[in-house]
Every structure is written in structure tokens, then in C-alpha cells.
T-cell receptor, first 115, second 110 residues
């Protein structure tokens, strides 16, 4: 299994500003994922981040709002841009397990509140 | 496409009670099946998994059996503890498609 850390663990931000969330993994991984979990809800996949290529965004999420970087095989960032209160959520990064196994390992999450 | 239907919560049980959380899915192809657990204030953790029909995944006293004929993967535990209080997510996965159930909140009272 992989050990994943996220920074910051939580933040309170004003509307109109941007926040960059960092995700660090203790081993090299091919696929990294970013999810949003709104209060009391399930997870919604935002995008898949592969090293060396553009992130692949799910329906309803766009790069201008959620730009993602993946500079190497152990690190990724997600930026939440021009925030509004509707962006208040927990943001989770995850990584895939060994090839063909499909399990995921999650970071502890970043709890974002937009005022 | 894939979808998952998970028993709605919240569920409240007394310590040592029997737990069942139902999960059924639809999927194209042959999914791997997972249960994840989210303790308060934490990220999700893999609880158990099964990758083919009739496989039984187990961990920490929890079990779930891959039932291909009924497309189900119900989570069970014979005797819950207060420390099992958490939200449980069923997640069928096919290739690069990950689907999470809505989550079932479990509270175990002493």
C-alpha cells in the first residue's frame, strides 16, 4: 500500500480566491486521482492525473476551475480557482494500487470552507 | 455504464450486534469489488476486496462475498464494536472506472 499526505489539511478561504492542494506519495505511482466529497455525500471524481500528460477531467469539471499539475510520479497539485461557497468540500487525492488490482489508497483529505 | 446502490443510513446498532450493509451494482464487464471505510475526519481506507465470483473478502471481522448472479457485495460483521463507527462505501471498479456508493453511516453505541 502507499502512504499519502495532503497539504493543507484544512483551510478557510474567501470567495474569489484560489487554493492549491498538494498531494505527496511515498512511492512512484502511475495514476493519481482527485475527488471531491461534499458534506455527507459520496465521492465525485474530478480528474485523473497522469505524469507527463494533461489531466483527464470528468463531466462537470473543467481545467480552468480545477487546474492540476503532475510534475513527477510522487506528487500532484489541485488548484481550486475563483472559489465560491459551493466549493466548500473535502478534497481527496488517491493513487491506484499495483497494475490490474484497481484498489485505491487515499490521502487524509483537505477540508475547504469558502466564506 | 456502471452504477452502485448502497443501503441508506444512518444505521445505529448496539455493541455486539450483527451488521449487514447491502450493496448491489450494475457494471459492464467484470468488476472488482471493494468496501472502503471512512472514520470521522479521515480519508477513505480500503477495508476489503474481492476480484472474482464467489471470492470472499475479509478484514477486521468484516466479510463480503462477490455474488455475480445477484450482482451484490453485501458487507457483514458478526459483532460490531464502538470503534466500527464510520461511513462505509461500496465501490465496484472496472478498469479505470471507479464508482462509489453513497455511503452508509454506522454508529455503534455501547
Amino acid at each position: 500500500s502507499a502512504v499519502i499526505s495532503q497539504k493543507p489539511s484544512r483551510d478557510i478561504c474567501q470567495r474569489g480566491t484560489s487554493l492549491t492542494i498538494q498531494c505527496q506519495v511515498d512511492s512512484q505511482v502511475t495514476m493519481m486521482f482527485w475527488y471531491r466529497q461534499q458534506p455527507g455525500q459520496s465521492l465525485t471524481l474530478i480528474a485523473t492525473a497522469n505524469q507527463g500528460s494533461e489531466a483527464t477531467y470528468e463531466s462537470g469539471f473543467v481545467i480552468d476551475k480545477f487546474p492540476i499539475s503532475r510534475p513527477n510520479l510522487t506528487f500532484s497539485t489541485l488548484t481550486v480557482s475563483n472559489m465560491s461557497p459551493e466549493d466548500s468540500s473535502i478534497y481527496l487525492c488517491s493513487v491506484g494500487g499495483r497494475a490490474g488490482a484497481y484498489e485505491q489508497y487515499f490521502g487524509p483529505g483537505t477540508r475547504l470552507t469558502v466564506t | 455504464g456502471n452504477s452502485v446502490t448502497q443501503m441508506e443510513g444512518p444505521v445505529t446498532l448496539s455493541e455486539e450486534a450483527f451488521l449487514t450493509i447491502n450493496c448491489t451494482y450494475t457494471a459492464t464487464g467484470y468488476p472488482s469489488l471493494f468496501w472502503y471505510v471512512q472514520y470521522p475526519g479521515e480519508g477513505l481506507q480500503l477495508l476489503l476486496k474481492a476480484t472474482k465470483a464467489d471470492d470472499k473478502g475479509s478484514n477486521k471481522g468484516f466479510e463480503a462475498t462477490y455474488r455475480k448472479e445477484t450482482t451484490s457485495f453485501h458487507l457483514e460483521k458478526g459483532s460490531v464494536q464502538v470503534s466500527d463507527s464510520a461511513v462505509y462505501f461500496c465501490a465496484p471498479t472496472t478498469g479505470n472506472q471507479f464508482y462509489f456508493g453513497t455511503g452508509t453511516s454506522l454508529t455503534v453505541i455501547p
